[in-house]
């Protein structure tokens, strides 16, 4: 460990318990050993496995519940450049904002839940405009490894006590304690 040089981490959005343990496993590394971290979105790993990719890419994934963990990026020369915020968001509705934020270009869509926009009327306007949705992997550590890299070179890390999680959405545990009274926000 004393010859790795910093760590990336997926930072979120995903499962409260799965994004945890991964933070608090490399903050405890770049702690001990004093080595920077890259934390990574998941959507954005889940945008840069796109083949096809037009200069607007919207990724997305299954976030329970009826809604989707969403993001737009556009390509600035090689990298991917967010647009506006993650959301979690209903399918229907990512589409709609999707589209704006990608001010009605064609749109990349990458999706490891490619099945989840296939009944929104929305997308199947897309869908007459040639745009189709890309199955890409959920095992994310190559793609992490490769922008974590990317981002450790150009010095867009963060240490330890700077890492934080990227949930997006408030937990089970904050919005129902108390009797269903979130709390203190």
């Known amino acids: 460990m004393d010859e ?7 930072a979120g959005p995903g499962s409260f318990t799965g994004v945890r343990v991964g933070l608090t496993s490399v903050k405890a590394w770049a702690e001990r050993y004093g080595k920077p971290v890259a934390g990574v979105s998941r959507l954005e790993a889940f945008a840069a496995q796109a083949s096809r990719p037009s200069h607007y890419v919207a990724a997305f994934v299954d976030a329970k519940r009826g809604q989707l963990f ?7 020369g090689s990298v991917l450049a967010k647009i506006g915020e993650e ?18 270009e064609k749109i990349t869509w990458a999706s490891p839940d490619a099945g989840l926009l296939r009944g929104e009327g929305g ?9 189709s949705i890309e199955q890409v992997s959920a095992t994310l550590a190559g793609i992490l490894g490769r922008i974590g890299l990317r981002r450790l070179r150009e010095g867009k890390t963060t240490d330890a006590l700077g890492l934080d999680a990227n949930y997006v959405r408030r937990s089970d545990a904050e919005i129902f304690w108390k009797g269903g009274a979130p709390h203190g926000h």
């Open 4 to 10: 790795v040089s910093g760590y990336a981490v997926a």
């Open 87 to 104: 959301m979690v968001i209903a399918p229907a509705k990512f589409v709609e904002t999707a589209v704006e934020l990608a001010k009605q």
């Open 70 to 76: 969403g993001a737009v990026y556009r390509y600035d």
């Open 123 to 131: 997308w199947r306007e897309r869908e007459k405009h040639g745009e």
